[in-house]
């Protein structure tokens, strides 16, 4: 499960490098596997909070949406490879995902 805020970053990233042309198609594949959460009301009032330490906008949201799948239950740890992002979520008391 992922934020939506993903899709706009991976197209973002995508376009930014000048690869959507030649990688569009497996970025669609990929985005096609991920059960996406919408931005709800408690996502959103959630990334409106103070975190532990300062967080980039996006990150806010990213870290907004694993606290709310946890606080439902789900067993969902944050994949990243963007250092800041995955302090935000050690500081948070939020899992990252290691590689096996």
């Known amino acids: 499960m992922a934020s939506r805020v993903m899709e706009y970053e991976l197209w973002n990233r995508l376009h930014a490098l000048d690869l959507a042309r030649s990688h569009g198609d ?3 594949l990929l985005l096609a596997r991920v059960t996406f959460v919408e931005m709800a009301r408690p996502v959103l009032e959630r990334a409106l909070q103070p975190f532990p330490v300062p967080v ?3 990150d806010a949201l990213h870290l907004a949406t694993l606290g709310f799948l946890r606080e439902r239950g789900q067993d969902a740890p ?3 490879y963007d250092a800041r992002l995955g302090l935000g979520a050690r500081a ?3 899992p990252l995902y290691v590689l096996p």
Do not use: D, Q
Request: hydrophobic residues 50%; charged residues 15%; aromatic residues 0%.
């Open 26 to 28: 497996l970025a669609r």
């Open 56 to 58: 980039r906008t996006l």
């Open 78 to 80: 944050l994949a990243t």
């Open 92 to 94: 948070s008391g939020l």
